[in-house]
Nanobody, 118 residues
Framework: QVQLVESGGGSVQAGGSLRLSCAAS????????WGWFRQAPGKERGVVAR???????WYADSVKGRFTISGDNAQNTLYLQMSSLKPEDTAMYYC????????????WGQGTQVTVSS
């Protein structure tokens, strides 16, 4: 059974930092492509960052230079290091995994809330 469990969310002031974690079980971090998504109230969920099985990364323009996606094979865990946080980063953050040959994400976590105050 596949399970993705996010943690690390919380409340922080603008300019602060948080590190989100996504602990995976039932899937191997090494063999999947991963993404961090976020959804703010009244808005659609959108991708924030992606990391592929070849370790290549992609970032949304809104977070480029501030967020870093990474993973730990041994811990089977995905991370999102967020720095210089802005109020507009406030959202529920989700991790997701997909098989490299598929375009749709197969597995999703339950989400962790990030709130940035000005």
């Amino acid at each position: 059974q596949v399970q993705l469990v996010e943690s690390g969310g919380g409340s922080v002031q603008a300019g602060g930092s948080l590190r989100l974690s996504c602990a995976a079980s039932g899937v191997s971090y090494s063999y999947y492509n991963w993404g961090w998504f976020r959804q703010a109230p009244g808005k659609e969920r959108g991708v924030v960052a992606r990391i592929n099985s070849d370790r290549s990364t992609w970032y949304a323009d809104s977070v480029k230079g501030r967020f870093t996606i990474s993973g730990d094979n041994a811990q089977n865990t995905l991370y999102l290091q967020m720095s210089s946080l802005k109020p507009e980063d406030t959202a529920m953050y989700y991790c997701a995994a997909r098989r490299p040959w598929e375009s749709k994400y197969n597995y999703w976590g339950q989400g962790t809330q990030v709130t940035v105050s000005s």
